[in-house]
C-alpha cells in the first residue's frame, strides 16, 4: 500500500485518478483504518487529503458554511456558527462515535462510507446541503448531498473524483432543524433508526417550508415527501405531526435484522420523525 | 516493500521511526518507540484503551496511520506524570482504587485528562459521556468516574 499526502487538490485526484487499482481517501480513518485492518479493503493507494490547505477549515459563505472534508467532529461541534446555524446538522454527527472518534471522524467521511445508517446524511439532506466534488480535471461541480451515496457503501463518485467540502446554505428566519436516532443503548452504536427534520416557520408560526428524511431504514437515506407535505401549511398541531408520523413509516424501507424487525423500525420510524418535527419547530420558534 | 520515514514530536520530544505504511500510531509507539502504556484493545476504535492525544485531540492511536504522524505532536500517557510527580488523575486513580486489571486505564487517564481541560467542572452524566468510548472489561466504572469527579473538584479547589 502506498501512501501519500498531497499538499493540493489537484495533486490527490491526479493521484486517485492515475492509480491503475484501488484507491481510498483518507481523511478521518475511523471508517477507512477499520477496514484495512479487518482486510475488508486492501488499497494499492491511500490518499491522505488532511495536508491540502483548507481542508480542515469552516468558513462562511454566501449566509452559510462551508465545512471542509477533514474538519473533525469535535471541531464542527465547537463552531458556534453552524452550531446557531444547523443544530440538527451538529446533533447527527455529534451521535457519530466516541469522544475519540470524534476527534477524527468528518462529516464528508460518514457522507463517502455511504452506510445506510449514516447519522450524518439524513440531517444534511434536510438541510439542503450540497457536497462539492473535486475531479481530477481541476474542475468542481456541486451535488446535493443525497446524490452522492446511491446504496450501501457505494457512491456516486468517478474515478479520481473525492469529496472536498459540504456547503450548509444560510438557515432562512424562524427555522430550525434536529435529528434523532434510535440505538439499542444510549452512545456507541449505530442507528436502528434515525430521522432528520428541517422546518421554516412563517410570520404567524404556520410552518411554510420542511423536508423530512429517515436514515436506516433503506438502501440509502430517504427523503419523505408525504411527511413534509402533511406539516407544510400547518401550525404543527397533533393531528398533523400523526399524519407526518403516518406518513415516515409508509415511506420506510427497512429490512429485518438483529437490531430491529422491519414492523418495529416502520413504527420507530414514524416516532422518530414526529419527535424531531416538533423539536425543529420549537427551535425554529426560538429563531426569529 | 518500502518503508515510510516518519519524523513526529512524542510528548515534547522529537521521535523518529521508519514504518510499514499500513502500520498504525499505536503499533508505532508500542513497536517502534518502545512507548507499551498504550494498550491495544479492540484495535477498531470501540474501546479507548489505546488513546493518546494527536495534535491536541484526543484520538484511537489504533485509527491513526503512523505515517500520519510526521509532523505532528503525539502525547502518550507516558507523558502525563510530571519529573517524579504523578498527575492528579493518577493520584486519584490509585487512592480510590479506581482499577482492577489495569488494561483499560491508560486509556482513561488519557480521555479523562483531555475531558479536565475542557470542562474543569463535568457532572457525572458528562463524565460517563465523554469516557463512553473507554471499555472497562472488568466494569469498573463507578470508581473511575468518581475518581474524575473527585480530582476536578480537587483541582478547581474545592
Known amino acids: ?96 462515535g466516541s469522544t475519540q472518534i470524534q476527534g477524527r471522524a468528518t462529516m464528508v467521511g460518514n457522507l463517502c462510507n455511504a452506510s445506510p445508517a449514516a ?8 438541510a439542503g446541503a450540497l457536497a462539492r466534488i473535486a475531479g481530477p480535471d481541476g474542475k468542481e461541480r456541486d451535488v446535493p448531498v443525497g446524490d452522492v451515496a446511491t446504496g450501501p457503501g457505494v457512491t456516486s463518485l468517478a474515478p479520481g473524483e473525492l469529496v472536498a467540502s459540504i456547503f450548509l446554505p444560510e438557515a432562512p ?9 434510535l ?17 421554516t416557520l412563517d410570520d404567524g408560526g404556520c410552518c411554510a417550508a420542511a423536508k423530512v428524511v429517515l436514515g436506516a431504514v433503506g438502501p ?69 | 516493500m518500502s518503508l515510510q520515514h516518519v519524523t513526529t514530536t512524542v510528548n515534547g520530544d522529537r521521535a523518529e521511526f521508519l514504518c510499514d505504511t499500513m502500520e498504525t500510531l499505536l503499533d508505532a509507539l508500542r513497536d ?54 504523578l498527575h492528579p488523575l493518577q493520584t486519584k486513580f490509585l487512592e480510590l482504587g479506581a482499577l482492577q486489571c489495569g488494561v483499560c486505564t491508560p486509556g482513561f487517564l488519557v480521555a479523562a485528562k483531555a475531558l479536565l481541560e475542557e470542562n474543569p467542572d463535568p457532572d457525572e452524566t458528562e463524565v460517563r459521556y465523554w469516557l463512553a468510548g473507554n471499555l472497562c472489561r472488568c466494569t469498573g466504572y463507578d470508581k473511575i468516574i468518581r475518581a474524575v469527579l473527585e480530582t476536578a473538584a480537587d483541582l478547581r479547589g474545592q
Not at chain 1, 30 to 36: I, M, P, S
Not at chain 1, 119 to 126: H, N, R, W
Not at chain 1, 173 to 181: I, P, Q
Request: aromatic share 2%.
Open chain 2, 32 to 85: 517502534r518507540l518502545g512507548l507499551t502504556g498504550s494498550k491495544e484493545g479492540c484495535a477498531s476504535g470501540d474501546c479507548g484503551a489505546c488513546s493518546v492525544m494527536f495534535d491536541g485531540r484526543l484520538v484511537c492511536a489504533c485509527l491513526v496511520l503512523a505515517a500520519e504522524a510526521d509532523g505532528r505532536k503525539v502525547e502518550t500517557i507516558e507523558g502525563m506524570a510530571g519529573t517524579g510527580e
Open chain 1, 183 to 199: 440505538i439499542p443503548r444510549t452512545e456507541m452504536d449505530i442507528a436502528v433508526v434515525g430521522a432528520a427534520v428541517s422546518l
Open chain 1, 1 to 96: 500500500m502506498r501512501y501519500e499526502a498531497p499538499r493540493t487538490l489537484g495533486d490527490a485526484t491526479g493521484m486517485l485518478a492515475s492509480c491503475q487499482g484501488v484507491a481510498r481517501v483518507l481523511a478521518g480513518g475511523t471508517d477507512l483504518l477499520v477496514a484495512l485492518r479487518s482486510g475488508f479493503v486492501e488499497p494499492e493507494l491511500v490518499v491522505d487529503i488532511k495536508r491540502i490547505p483548507g481542508m480542515a477549515e469552516i468558513v462562511a459563505e454566501d449566509g452559510g458554511w462551508r465545512v471542509g472534508a477533514a474538519v473533525p467532529g469535535a471541531a464542527l461541534g465547537r463552531h458556534d456558527g453552524v452550531c446557531r446555524a444547523w443544530p440538527g446538522v451538529v446533533e447527527a454527527v455529534e451521535l457519530i
Open chain 1, 173 to 181: 428566519a424562524r427555522s430550525g432543524d434536529a435529528y434523532l436516532r
Open chain 1, 119 to 126: 447519522d450524518s446524511v439524513p440531517a444534511m439532506m434536510a
Open chain 1, 220 to 288: 440509502r437515506a430517504l427523503v419523505v415527501e408525504d411527511g413534509a407535505a402533511a406539516i407544510i401549511g400547518t401550525t404543527l398541531d397533533d393531528d398533523s405531526l400523526a399524519a407526518l408520523e403516518a406518513a415516515a413509516s409508509a415511506a420506510a424501507r427497512p429490512i429485518d435484522d438483529k437490531r430491529g424487525t422491519v414492523p418495529y423500525r416502520r413504527k420507530v420510524a414514524g416516532v422518530l420523525a414526529r419527535r424531531a418535527a416538533r423539536i425543529a419547530g420549537t427551535r425554529a420558534g426560538e429563531n426569529r
